[in-house]
């Protein structure tokens, strides 16, 4: 248990709706990262939130945000979805930003259909 | 992007061997490296890292070649068990960057009993 937790662990929705997924880093933990992981694309870096402010954005679409809360919580927001946003979507967190590892989730698996 | 699952490099090996897993990184700005296992189902799990100041770093049963030369990356895996089935990714971060990771293709190994 990497002490990361992702909220749902599954989610299927129809294309042009809005969902949000949740994620709790480790304790301690600043720094929040979200990935994407498809089968054409690999693990792809989305972006990067540190005390509640963005800090890195990665192959981030328009059509998807994401923000950190006071209680360092953070949320990723998918909108009008569409059939190729189905994927992995991870949340890595880790303790200070630069030369440390990130701590994975075990990820939230979206199916638009 | 890059390809991985259909696609992905297949390292077989039998139970009790060693296993060399090959990674080129892209980055000569790179400083950081790090290893992740992943698992059918699950997130990335984080095995070893290293600095770039460094070539070589030991852990449990695992070690971490780099050579900064030709930006290549190893891991190598002692005594290979079934447990260490999964695809391994090598991910870098580029110095000066806030952390995000960039993550290589992947490689799936399969250990034979």
């Known amino acids: 248990d990497s002490g990361v937790t992702q909220t749902p662990k599954h989610l299927i929705t129809a294309t042009g709706q809005r969902v949000t997924l949740r994620c709790s880093p480790r304790?301690?933990?600043?720094?929040v990262y979200w990935y994407q992981q498809s089968l054409d694309q690999g693990l792809q870096f989305l972006i990067q939130?540190?005390?509640?402010?963005?800090?890195a954005k990665g192959n981030i679409l328009e059509r998807f945000s994401a923000q950190q809360f006071p209680d360092l919580h953070s949320e990723l927001n998918l909108s009008s979805l569409e059939l190729g946003d189905s994927a992995l979507y991870f949340c890595?967190?880790?303790?200070?930003?630069?030369?440390?590892?990130?701590?994975f989730g075990q990820g939230t698996r979206l199916t638009v259909v | 992007g890059e390809s991985v699952g259909l696609h992905l490099p297949t390292l077989s090996v039998q139970e009790g061997d060693n296993s060399i897993i090959n990674c080129a990184y892209s980055n000569s700005a790179s400083d950081y490296f790090i290893w992740y296992k992943q698992e059918s189902g699950k997130g990335p799990q984080f095995i070893i890292d290293i600095r770039s100041n460094m070539d070589k770093r030991q852990g449990q049963r695992v070690t971490v070649l780099l050579n900064k030369t030709v930006k290549h990356l190893s891991l190598q895996i002692a005594a290979t068990q079934p447990g260490d089935s999964a695809v391994y990714f090598c991910a870098e971060k580029i110095v000066g960057s806030q952390g995000n990771l960039i993550f290589g293709k992947g490689t799936k190994l399969s250990v034979k009993p």
């Open positions: 890595a967190s880790s303790a200070r930003q630069g030369l440390t590892e990130a701590f």
């Open positions: 939130y540190y005390n509640g402010e963005e800090r």
């Open positions: 304790s301690g933990d600043l720094s």
